[in-house]
């Protein structure tokens, strides 16, 4: 049973329109949700957070929305740059510090 | 400063072997974790510490898996009797600890293959 998910495995944009990568979860419980970056042979990257407590947080050219009744959270990337092609994941954590992750979704920037 | 460092960073065993995999955390960090990536599949937690306190176990696939952290530093996660389906890329993390952030930060990760 999936309590996160990431529905689009992939996705394409060119250089300078908006990325948009949607996760859903399940587990009410949840209270912090985090988007981490990954590029190849490499660990993941912290990227960006939201409280549950939070609609919306923006750091630069990144911004999550949090959708609480929907269970729903978007990162936004814009304007979206080669640099930025890589797999990112979301991630949402419950009481303590264990993060449950989804499947990631592999975004290609395209110049 | 120096990022979370793991080893080895491949690791190729035959079936039925055990394998030990390192794990040096950021210094001053007090939580540590262990996830493995199946290939395609997303991160799956399996494991972590926090200071002296129990560690939480609770995914852990099967009692082949176990793991102890030395000092509240160093971790080594070991796998006896290792199966195909072991194979995967198994991830640590560590963090400042308990609180509302709670970014962990990722070593590179060991690929292990099992043949």
């Known amino acids: 049973d999936q309590q996160v998910k990431q529905n689009s495995p992939s996705l394409s944009v060119q250089e300078g329109r908006i990325s948009i990568l949607n996760c859903d979860y399940t587990?009410?419980?949840?209270?912090?949700f985090l988007w981490y970056k990954k590029y190849p042979a490499e660990g993941p990257t912290f990227l960006i957070s939201?409280?549950?407590?939070?609609d919306k947080n923006e750091d630069g050219r990144f911004t999550v929305f949090l959708n609480k009744s929907a269970k729903h959270l978007s990162l936004h990337i814009v304007p979206s740059q080669p640099g930025d092609s890589a797999v990112y994941f979301c991630a949402a954590k419950a009481a303590g510090n264990k993060l449950t992750f989804g499947g990631g979704t592999r975004v290609l920037v395209k110049p | 400063g120096a990022g979370v460092s793991q080893s080895p960073s491949n690791k190729v065993t035959e079936k039925g072997k055990d394998v030990e995999l390192r794990c040096d955390p950021i210094?001053?960090?007090?939580?540590l974790y262990w996830y493995r990536q199946s290939l395609g599949q997303g991160l799956e937690f399996l494991i972590y510490f926090q200071g002296n306190s129990a560690p939480d176990k609770s995914g852990l696939p099967s009692d082949r898996f176990s793991a102890e952290r030395t000092g509240g530093s160093v971790s080594t996660l070991t796998i006896q009797r290792t199966q195909q389906e072991d194979s995967a890329v198994y991830l640590c993390?560590?963090?400042?600890?308990?609180?509302?952030?709670?970014?962990?930060?990722f070593g590179p990760g060991t690929r292990l293959t099992v043949t």
């Open positions: 587990n009410s419980m949840f209270d912090y």
């Open positions: 210094s001053g960090h007090t939580a």
């Open positions: 993390a560590s963090s400042l600890g308990l609180g509302l952030a709670g970014e962990q930060y």
């Open positions: 939201i409280s549950s407590i939070k």
